[in-house]
């Protein structure tokens, strides 16, 4: 897709641990989001979504609000 951006999709299981991992083509940020999310609502798995080394979200199964993470938790 030109003009696109390569992400990476984590799928994670109940215990956080990578299930599979996905490179997703998007325009830009928030279209990744979005299927990041989607995913999430739809799949069995948590995603989270990076772009170089950079970590943009954790989304949950099933659409729950985010919980609270040791990783986010030493960024405030």
Known sequence: MAGSLDYRLYLLNGEGRI?????????????????????????PYSTELWFRSRRIGYYPRGGRPPTSRSSDASRS
């Open 19 to 43: 299930v599979r991992a996905e490179v997703v083509e998007c325009a830009s940020e928030a279209e990744a989001v979005e299927v990041a999310r989607d995913r999430a609502r739809r799949g």
